[in-house]
Nanobody, 131 residues
């Protein structure tokens, strides 16, 4: 199983970015896929998640600004981010949950998402929002 994130870069406050997570080695649309982030000195946060039935979930910090989507033809999951804030600065990771493809997402984007054990992780991509 491989997950490779890309798209992270420096952007100004109010700007937009699209992160991509290219995956391989598993049945792409059978599992829940989540985006997490971790800023220096802060806990890991579950930002967004898409379940195997394509239901989407967002942390409060992401609602109205971020959109998650998957492309089954490309085995890729995206995180479109708009109206970026300084607090969005972090390393963003995508991850896979194999065992709870329909129910994991609710937990991932809740406070419990900070410690939720995903099965596979990418290495991350850095997003820096500057003023």
């Amino acid at each position: 199983v491989q997950l490779v994130e890309s798209g992270g870069q420096m952007v100004q406050v109010g700007g937009s970015l699209r992160l991509s997570c290219a995956t391989s080695g598993f049945t792409f649309d059978s599992y829940a896929l989540g985006w997490f982030r971790q800023a220096p000195g802060k806990e890991r946060e579950g930002v967004s998640c898409i379940s195997s039935d394509d239901s989407t979930y967002y942390a409060d910090s992401a609602k109205g600004r971020f959109t998650i989507a998957r492309d089954a033809d490309k085995n890729t999951v995206y995180l479109q981010m708009h109206s970026l804030k300084l607090d969005d600065t972090a390393v963003y990771y995508c991850a896979v949950d194999r065992y709870y493809p329909l129910s994991a997402c609710r937990t991932i984007v809740s406070r419990a998402g900070t410690t939720y054990n995903m099965d596979y992780w990418g290495k991350g991509t850095v997003v820096t929002v500057s003023s």
